[in-house]
């Protein structure tokens, strides 16, 4: 499973625009470095360590699932897009914006490009105000003192001004109008992952399927004609007992769900897996279970091409899933395109995945938000 740290920049401008450098800086950031989860007022102080005009400064906390040095290495090839001129002689220097990396989740980095945490934090009350603002309780993992400690503490007397506010990138996203999204896809398609990030960059509640806890699937690999029936009951019968007892526990009306499958999966695996006499009882069983569970505002399936499934299996390294054959994943997709078809009422979106990478590219996970909205906007 990816994990998404948690990473706080801050942000400075005291040439030309202020504010439209600090927003540009910010919207290329979250298209092309990490999502914007939490922007800062812009304060007003003077130049530190020079003299020059006022700065505008800020700071946001991202969330990606890039390296410390990827996040860096990009964040100064979008200062060089927006003006900004790195003089090769030491000191500073005014600028159009300037991206510094402060902390990268707790962790202590030092490399020949990179510390991490940002050695000046505690010295800077320009970085130590917005930080708070944003995320007062991080713990610093060197001098073990909080944005909040390290700002009543700090040395720096200058002169600091609250003067305007910044817009987010992602407010333009309404997801949280469906309250309940579920993602549903072929082994390896990236459902989960997708889940996960919309549920963290949205403050959503999420419900994922317990599949690791199933006893039936490692065999059901080895032997799939003996083992399908009971693998499929099973996972019918905890899909329902989890949906039913989440949701239950959720209001609706109130909270925010992603989910990353629903119960409409087992009938969809289930066709593939186990043989006619079987599925006709199957779906009986199904059709009476479905009828008490909350269906989804939004339905999203992610496709995915059997080979870039197959490469997505291998890269995670589960060992039961190393035998998957390539028809079994196939048949899967054709499963899941007939049941589309079939069921036009539901409000469904299905994303190509075939070129998609969203651990790699944020702009791919921007594009799937962009596509999540237009679908939102149209029902």
Known sequence: MYKQHQIILSLGSNQGNRKNN????????????GSVISISPIYETPSWGFESDAFYNCAILIHS???????????LQIEKRLGRIRNQTSGYAARSIDIDLVSYNEEIISTENLNIPHPFVQDRKFVLKPCCDIKSDWVHPKLKKTFKDLLTET??????KKVDTLTNPLDKY?????NFIAIEGN???????LTQKIAADFNAKTVLERFADNPFLPQFYKHPTRYAFPLEMSFLADRYSQISEDLGQLDLFKDFIVA????YKSLIFAQVTIDEDEFRLYKNIFDIMYKEVTQ?????????ETNRLLDNIKKRGRSYESEIPADYLNK?????ADFIKINKNQNTLVIDMTEIDLIENQEDYIAILNQIQDKIKTN
């Open 22 to 33: 600090l927003q540009q800086a910010i919207d290329l950031i979250n298209h092309e470095v």
């Open 65 to 75: 699932f890039k390296s410390a040095e990827d996040i860096l290495n990009r964040c």
């Open 155 to 160: 040395s720096d007397i200058s002169e600091i």
């Open 174 to 178: 309404t997801f949280n109008q469906l």
């Open 187 to 193: 082994i390896g398609s990236g459902k989960t992952t």
């Open 260 to 263: 990353d499958y629903y119960i």
């Open 296 to 304: 989804p505002d939004l339905y999203i399936y992610l496709h995915q």
């Open 332 to 336: 899967i997709n054709k499963s899941y």
